[in-house]
């Protein structure tokens, strides 16, 4: 705890921050990235896609959907729709990670009822699709940087994963999008609802990788643990890249370690993260861009030089 002799709400604060062992400083900004994040992706869901009349993937599309279907607002409908999946979130992974995404979802059906309620911000269903699909992928951004999610889709994902650890992650979500899209096509009753769905999705898949990844192609990783094994085999698993073992020493305790070398896509590095976290959250993680790479998976050294 700092000493402090400003005043007696100073002192109090310290006390309360020193207890709990919390940053205030850190998760009032936390919040407050959370809460801006929100705002953007209730906008472009309610005032981009919804206003168009067509439903892309994940349970924002779901509830545009079934908001044709029954006389509740599509915020409520979010929320509502989403109780079920905080309580199995909950049951599954634990509190730590559902308050923060639990304040994220009561402010996104908020703003997303007080953004429908002031009408389109464009009639055209291509702008629509296009600025809503970025708006969506920069609030969904924000969130996952802030170590919490939108809700819904993202949830479900996690509990598929963990019963079936051998199916990969952009697998699940494509054919979870793919349902969606194709109740949202037959509700609305055309063609056109359902090519516009796919080009939200993919505006908003192209955005996100952009914030949470840049532009790089691959990343390397040198990972330093003492459960190197789990992570290795998680990596295996659920990434299903190839991973080399080296050998290194601990010049403090000189203690022999196995260092993990590997490299992913971009896509998958949010994924890792999460391995490493939940494995070994003392883990040392260097992370570097790798503008090219040979092998197999990736590029072919002898078809590039011809």
């Known amino acids: 705890m700092k000493r402090t002799t400003y005043n007696r709400y100073v002192v109090c604060f310290e006390i309360r921050e020193s207890k709990w062992g919390v940053d205030m400083k850190k ?3 936390k919040y407050l990235w959370l809460t801006v994040a929100s705002i953007i992706y209730s906008c472009g869901v309610s005032s981009f896609i919804d206003a168009n009349n067509f439903a892309p ?3 924002s599309g779901l509830c545009i959907s079934l908001n044709r279907l029954i006389p509740l607002e599509i915020g409520t409908l979010f929320f509502l729709l989403n109780i ?3 309580i199995l979130g909950f049951w599954k992974f634990g509190g ?3 308050a923060s995404t639990l304040y994220e979802i009561v402010l996104i059906s908020g703003f997303s009822n007080w953004f429908a309620a002031r009408g389109a911000a ?3 269903p ?5 600025f809503g699909g970025a708006l969506i992928a920069v609030g969904m951004g924000i969130a996952f940087k802030c170590r919490a999610t939108t809700g819904g889709m993202d949830i479900i994902v996690k509990v598929i994963k963990l019963k079936f650890p051998y199916l990969k992650t952009g697998t699940i979500f494509l054919l979870a999008d793919a349902i969606v899209i194709g109740f949202g096509g037959i509700v609305f009753g055309n063609l056109n609802a359902i090519l516009y769905s796919v080009l939200a999705e993919v505006v908003t898949s192209k955005v996100l990788d952009l914030i949470l990844y840049g532009t790089d192609g691959a990343k390397l990783l040198y990972i330093i643990s003492d459960h190197s094994e789990r992570i290795a085999e998680r990596i295996l698993i659920e990434i299903d890249s190839g991973v080399t073992y080296l050998e290194g020493k601990g010049a403090y305790q000189n203690t022999d370690k196995k260092v993990i070398l590997c490299v992913i896509r971009k896509q998958n590095m949010q994924k890792m993260e999460d391995i490493v976290r939940m494995e070994d959250e003392n883990a040392f993680m260097i992370v570097s861009s790798a503008s090219e790479i040979y092998g ?5 050294y002898f078809m ?3």
Request: aromatic residues 10%.
């Open 57 to 59: 993937g994940g349970v």
């Open 84 to 86: 079920p999946i905080l």
């Open 304 to 306: 590039e030089k011809l």
């Open 27 to 29: 998760l009032v900004w």
């Open 126 to 130: 291509i702008l629509g699709a296009v």
């Open 296 to 300: 197999e998976g990736y590029k072919s």
């Open 122 to 124: 464009t009639t055209d």
């Open 96 to 98: 730590k990670f559902i």
